[in-house]
């Protein structure tokens, strides 16, 4: 069946340091890739996308690039913030259908100065 | 301009009551889509509506309903309400139903904290 899995949290880090959260998938046919954020208290927010092979997503410092070979989407950043501190969830959904996301169980951050 | 919006914020059932949760989307969005989260685990999804049709339903019980409105809201309904339906509840918009070779994106509520006791 259709799946994501990403890697087990919690990734701790000091800030300025690089992130890297692993997410790979298990689809039929061709899925669109999503990264999504969950601030404590908050519901989800889009952080980003990508909806073809080989297809960059970035948006606010964090990137993923869609990579078809190896059935991955990591999720990446170059300096993080406190700010940052949150769950990312990464997801897929698959065209042709009636758009359900399928979410990995979700990668917990936490930032510290 | 407005997001998803959801009501109420938290709820407090009890084992066997039944609960009415409320969502309004995004301005000239025709298709909600409704999401189960429990402590924990990521979004596990439970219905899309679009156009007032009912086009897709995960694997939850016949205990839970939803339907909606010609102005695009959307009512999650569950019945005889068990321990493990405790969550938040999550409402998603987008434009329209998912088509061939295209990407509608989904945009999130706040969700609805529901307790049962």
Known sequence: GNSVTQMEGPVTLSE???LTINCTYTATGYPSLFWYVQYPGEGLQLLLKATKADDKGSNKGFEATYRKETTSFHLEKGSVQVSDS???FCALTLS???NKLIFGAGTRLAVHP | DAGVTQSPTHLIKTRGQH???????ISGHKSVSWYQQVLGQGPQFIFQYYEKEERGRGN????FSA???PNYSSELNVNALLLGDSALYLCASSLRQGAPSSTDTQ???PGTRLTVL
């Open chain 1, 96 to 98: 042709g259908g009636y």
């Open chain 2, 67 to 69: 339907r909606q409105f």
């Open chain 1, 16 to 18: 300025e340091a690089f």
């Open chain 2, 19 to 25: 609960v009415t949760l409320r969502c309004s989307p």
């Open chain 2, 107 to 109: 945009y999130f509520g």
């Open chain 1, 86 to 88: 949150a769950v990312y």
């Open chain 2, 60 to 63: 939850f019980p016949d205990r």
